[in-house]
């Protein structure tokens, strides 16, 4: 799912004993579509990478301070 389009696994289709049950994982990725869950959980992803790269850039300061301080031991 992107969004705009909804994909169906083969697997479902040959593994479904029923159309409904097709109809069923249609209608929940839809939910999904309705509800704005795919652009949130975009924007948790971007938030969290950008806290993990801000945490990354920390570590690397503290490496580099820790360094220095050695050096001038």
């Known amino acids: 799912m992107d969004g705009r389009r909804i994909s169906l ?9 029923t159309p ?15 509800g704005g869950h795919l652009a ?5 992803l971007a938030n969290a990478q950008t806290a993990s790269i801000i945490a990354m850039l920390l570590g690397a300061g503290a490496i580099a301070a820790g360094a220095a301080d050695r050096l001038r031991q």
């Open 9 to 17: 696994n083969i697997g479902a289709l040959y593994d479904s004993k």
């Open 20 to 34: 409904n049950e097709i109809i069923g994982v249609l209608a929940h990725e839809t939910g999904h579509m309705a």
């Open 40 to 44: 949130r959980l975009r924007e948790q």
